[in-house]
C-alpha cells in the first residue's frame, strides 16, 4: 500500500538556518504530494503540493519538488523563523479508479530559536 | 470565506458511550474526509463523502460510521466508545474528489475516561 516516510525529529534549528526535511513515498501510480503544517491547538493548514513529477511547489519560502526518480518530495526554507516552530506533515494522496484519503508521514517537530 | 468548522472542539465520555461530532465544509465544497490524529498512530484516514454517499473508507472498526447532508455538511459517529478512541478528530473538505488539497478544520478533541 501506500506509505510515506519522514524524519520525526524533534529537528532544532537557529533563526535564520537553512532547513530540509526529508520525505520519501511508495505508492501506485502517480500520487500528488502535499506538506501540511499544525500549530499548537490547531488543525492542519496546507503548506505547499506538487501534483507530478519535477513539480516545484512553494509557499511562504517554503518550497519542495516532486522528484519521481527518488520518490521524494524533500521540504526546504532558506532561512526560518521562530513562527515557523510547527509539526509539519508529508502527505500523499492517489486516486487511481477512486476517491482515496490522504496518507501521511508521522510528522516533524520542528523547533526554532531565537 | 469561512473555513472548515468543526463542532464541538471538546468532548468528554466514558466507555460505553456513543458520540457524534459536526463537520461544515468551506462554502462551495462537496467532498469531506474524517481523520484520526493520535501520538501513537499519526494520522490516519477514515471516510470521505461525496454527494451524500461514502466514496471510501479507511481500516477502522463499523463501530466508526459517518453521513453527509446534501448541503454538504457531515457528521461522524461513534458507538461503543473504547479508551483507544481518545484522539483529535479532523474534518477536511475540498472542492471535489480525486488529487484536489483538503482544507482542515481545528478537530474535536474526544477524551474517553
Known amino acids: 500500500g501506500n506509505s510515506v516516510t519522514q524524519m520525526e525529529g524533534p529537528v532544532t534549528l537557529s533563526e535564520e538556518a537553512f532547513l530540509t526535511i526529508n520525505c520519501t513515498y511508495t505508492?501506485?501510480?502517480?500520487?500528488?504530494l502535499f506538506w501540511y503544517v499544525q500549530y499548537p491547538g490547531e488543525g492542519l493548514q496546507l503548506l505547499l503540493k506538487a501534483t507530478k513529477a519535477d513539480d516545484k511547489g512553494s509557499n511562504k519560502g517554503f518550497e519542495a519538488t516532486y522528484r519521481k526518480e527518488t520518490t521524494s518530495f524533500h521540504l526546504e526554507k532558506g532561512s526560518v523563523q521562530v513562527s515557523d516552530s510547527a509539526v509539519y506533515f508529508c502527505a500523499l494522496r492517489y486516486s487511481g479508479g477512486g476517491a482515496d484519503g490522504l496518507t501521511f508521514g508521522k510528522g516533524t517537530h520542528l523547533i526554532i530559536q531565537p | 470565506k469561512a473555513g472548515v468548522t468543526q463542532t464541538p472542539r471538546y468532548l468528554i465520555k466514558t466507555r460505553g458511550q456513543q458520540v457524534t461530532l459536526s463537520c461544515s465544509p468551506i462554502s462551495g465544497h462537496r467532498s469531506v474526509s474524517w481523520y484520526q490524529q493520535t501520538p501513537g498512530q499519526g494520522l490516519q484516514f477514515l471516510f470521505e463523502?461525496?454527494?451524500?454517499?461514502?466514496?471510501n473508507k479507511g481500516n477502522f472498526p463499523g463501530r466508526f460510521s459517518g453521513r453527509q447532508f446534501s448541503n454538504s455538511r457531515s457528521e461522524m459517529n461513534v458507538s461503543t466508545l473504547e479508551l483507544g478512541d481518545s484522539a483529535l478528530y479532523l474534518c477536511a473538505s475540498s472542492l471535489d474528489l480525486g488529487n484536489q488539497p483538503q482544507h482542515f478544520g481545528d478537530g474535536t478533541r474526544l477524551s474517553i475516561l
Open positions: 463523502y461525496f454527494s451524500e454517499t461514502q466514496r
Open positions: 505508492a501506485t501510480g502517480y500520487p500528488s
